[in-house]
């Protein structure tokens, strides 16, 4: 599980704070092991009532970048840092 601080980029307000992100993905195999962050190239897609996004992790995973959409919103810009 990883806990990343974010921001989003809208058109004309730059980059804004936003709500971290905590990831924990797993299957046969963990996407986002227990103690640490997602590998570097790994990509991250989601749907559902909360928004969607995709996002791909850089640094060994101590960054990504991407999109994002929340409900009642237009898309935009999401990044974030691995938070400590």
Known sequence: MA???TEIHTGGGGWQDDAPLTLSIAN???V??????PATGTTVTWNGDA????????????????????????????RGTLAD
């Open 3 to 5: 806990t990343y601080n």
């Open 28 to 30: 046969r195999s963990d």
């Open 32 to 37: 986002a092991p227990g103690d640490g962050a």
């Open 51 to 78: 928004g969607s996004g995709s996002v791909t992790f850089f640094d060994n995973g101590n960054s990504f970048q991407g999109t994002a959409q929340f409900p009642n919103e237009g898309p935009v810009g999401y």
